[in-house]
């Protein structure tokens, strides 16, 4: 027999009951809830109540009976009814005369267990305007089945507190509180410092209090379980669907899905508390439905004050929904199974802390209970502590959006995705976003945004940002999308990106940035743009720190123009077997090893050296036009400079390398000739040009040797 069965039959001894009787009440006591209307033997001695209208009822020991058709009216701060001092009480609409039993308080509850047992087998109407409509306190109990709830008031549907507990089926709460910003209360199902609240059956809950709390646990040992899927719908602004703190734990079945009408509303927030997986159900859905210009959108659920939660395939959608997983300074998120997060709303979303001790009191609200805080962007992982996400689809259309974020003012945002789909559509929206102290890194994930802003994106202004994906693929798509963006401002330090397998395109600049940034692609991943794939752009005032974007490619095939504008600094290392197809305009510095290559599809010009030990390539010529690679400096380490030429007499067309602004080739490298359609002719001045010098530039005597016999017609 449970601990809690064998305590309440030892109290009860002294009772004469038939073995039926016993057995009958052992049967409702070690339920965890009352699962359907069982009609209870009644002591002959047991005191009776009604039928009538009665004034409060203060049981104080022993047993009594209220039986149906009873209206019990309590004014000001008094309880309607009160068991307390090991009593007992049974509510029953079947005992003779049958019929409802109203229980109505003013500020004070309804129904109060305080230190003694009730049950209600059969329905009670409960009609609060100030208290709560059931206590349970101190090792009190009480189980009700189909209990209707009216509370027009600031008063809680149920609160089981020290230690007391509440068993409930198939109860509707209809909570129309006039709650404020002051008083943030009106709550539904309450645990609170070691209370206890089961639930099982169909429990409604319509709640429109600002603030209102569905479900909340605070304090250890504090827990509110729900059997069977309730059906929840909360219309108040600021509305709190599941709210755990201190240790307190909420228990969901599988499937279990949450209403929010009223707009700044949170699905699930965990304060200074740890949620093990499966502890909310399976397939948890947030929905919500309301969205306003003016007022800030829903966030699926929050983590603060050191909460940790594990969520499995955790859904949140509606056109109000501002961020989907929203992680505090310290804290940490984990996203399992299939998750799917949208986001759609246009203001920044939003969340609440609690500001007292606890949540409820047996003495009715809690004012000014909690504080908001609110903040951009829209996000569907927005991380300020830690979120790791497995298996999450996330869609935002929100403008400015971000698919998924990281920064924080202090320490390190983490996010860390595994096989993540993450479309953003808005006007300049961003897959990825990392800021200051951000740190996104990634798996076997999709990130695709368009209609504008970045497939990726690292914005900072005081600590750098980092995004490292292996294995997925960047789209970026629209005229104005970029695949990688980077502003860093922040003097001294860099940004750095990385990927490594995988793909990224984007048709109109795959890398961008403003300020110190560092990327390397490598272990086979591809970057291309019809476009640009690499531009460096200098920082405007009055952010004065050099603008240096430096692409390491390592076994990686890219493709796209690649430079800088004025003041502005664009390296490119070509390393292990790696292949660029692309336009150099006025990049910096190009770098090849002797594995690698870069294909020249038109003229080019770089404004400081390309080092060459590899093979730079012309393209064959189209329509006659051949190109010209201009660089200050040629550093020749073995390379081969690969060029196509009209093999006819002196001055026939050529590609050709161009040396200017004083710059020197050196080095020794290999020169190899294409005919294009030239029948072979004798030169008898100066030939064909294929190297020139200008602007006071200089070659030395060993730069190119043939790397082959150059023949054309019988020449």
């Known amino acids: 027999m449970p601990a809690r069965c064998r305590g309440f039959c030892h109290r009860n001894k002294s009772l004469h009951r038939s073995a039926l009787a016993i057995a009958l009440a052992r049967a409702m006591l070690c339920m965890p809830v009352v699962l359907s209307a069982v009609l209870l033997p009644i002591e002959s001695d047991a005191q009776t109540f009604g039928p009538g209208t009665l ?52 500020n004070g509850n309804a129904l109060f267990a305080d230190g003694g047992t009730v049950f209600v087998p059969n329905g009670l109407n409960l009609f609060t305007t100030g208290g709560n409509a059931i206590v349970v306190n101190g090792g009190s109990q009480v189980d009700i089945a189909a209990g209707q709830f009216n509370i027009t008031g600031v008063g809680d549907a149920v609160v089981a507190i020290s230690g007391g507990v509440a068993n409930v089926s198939n109860a509707t709460v209809n909570s129309r509180a006039t709650a404020t910003a002051n008083i943030s209360n009106a709550h539904g199902f309450i645990a609170e410092s070691g209370g206890r609240v089961s639930l099982s059956g169909i429990n409604q809950l319509n709640m429109s209090a600002f603030n209102a709390v569905a479900f909340g646990a605070s304090g250890a040992n504090s827990v509110v379980s729900s059997a069977t899927q309730p059906l929840v719908a909360m219309s108040g602004i600021g509305s709190l669907g599941i709210y755990v703190h201190d240790g307190g734990q909420v228990f969901m079945p599988a499937g279990t899905t949450i209403t929010m009408n009223g707009t700044n509303s949170v699905g699930v927030s965990v304060d200074n508390t740890t949620v093990a997986a499966g502890t909310l159900g399976s397939g948890l859905t947030i929905n919500f439905t309301n969205a306003s210009p003016t007022q800030a959108g829903g966030t699926g659920v929050v983590t603060l004050n050191g909460g940790v939660v594990t969520l499995d395939s955790f859904n949140v959608a509606g056109i109000g929904a501002g961020a989907g997983a929203w992680s505090r ?34 003495d009715g609200p809690v004012g000014s209970a909690f504080g908001v805080v609110s903040g951009l962007p829209i996000a569907g992982l927005k991380s300020q502590g830690s979120i790791f996400s ?87 798509t629209g005229a104005d999308t970029i695949g990688l963006y980077s502003a860093n401002r922040t003097t001294g330090l ?34 291309s743009s019809p476009n640009y794939l690499m531009y460096s752009q200098a920082l405007a005032t009055p952010f004065a720190q050099p603008s240096i974007v430096q692409l390491f490619a390592d076994d990686a095939t890219l493709s796209g123009a690649a430079g800088a504008n004025a003041g502005a600094t664009a390296n490119m ?72 030429t009209f093999l006819g007499p002196d001055n026939s067309p050529s590609d050709k390398l161009v040396l200017y602004n004083g710059g020197n080739a050196s080095g020794a490298g290999f020169l190899e000739v294409a005919n294009t359609d030239g029948a072979g002719d004798v030169t008898v001045a100066n030939g064909i040009l294929v190297v020139q010098a200008i602007e006071g530039a200089t070659t030395s005597g060993d730069l190119l040797a043939l790397a082959a016999p150059v023949i054309a017609g019988p020449y």
């Open 573 to 644: 290392t070509l390393h292990n077997g790696s292949h660029w197809t692309g336009q150099a305009y006025y990049l910096t510095n190009g770098t090849l090893d002797a594995t690698s290559i870069w294909t020249v599809p038109t003229d080019s010009i770089l404004t400081a050296t390309l080092t060459n030990a590899g093979r730079v390539e012309f393209t064959v010529p189209q329509n006659g036009a051949f190109k010209e690679l201009w660089t200050r400096d040629y550093a020749g380490t073995g390379g081969t400079l690969a060029i196509n």
């Open 390 to 476: 497995t298996g999450t689809t996330v869609t935002v259309s929100s403008p400015n959006g971000r698919g998924g974020y990281a920064e924080v003012n202090t320490g390190t945002a983490i996010l860390d995705i595994t096989n993540n789909t993450i479309t953003t559509t808005g006007t300049d929206s961003a897959g990825l976003f990392a800021g200051d102290n951000g740190a996104i890194t990634g798996r076997d994930s999709r990130i695709t945004t368009r209609g504008g802003g970045a497939a990726m994106a690292l914005v900072n202004f005081v600590a750098p940002a980092f995004i490292d994906l292996t294995s997925s693929q960047v789209t970026a």
């Open 55 to 106: 004034p409060p009822i203060d049981l104080n020991g022993g047993t009594a009976l209220i039986v149906g058709n009873t209206t019990v009216n309590a004014t000001a701060g008094t309880h309607a009814v009160r068991v307390r001092g090991g009593g007992t009480m049974t509510i029953d609409t079947q005992q003779p005369p049958s019929g409802a039993i109203i229980l109505t308080a003013g």
């Open 329 to 362: 300074p310290g804290t940490t998120i984990t996203l399992t199974g299939s998750s799917n997060i949208n986001i759609a709303s246009t203001t920044n979303p939003t969340f609440y802390n609690l500001l007292t001790n606890n949540l409820a009191s047996v």
């Open 494 to 527: 860099v940004n750095q990106a990385a990927l490594t397998g995988g793909s990224m395109t984007s048709e109109y600049v795959a890398i961008l940035g403003n300020g110190p940034l560092d990327v390397t692609v490598d272990g086979g991943a591809s970057v």
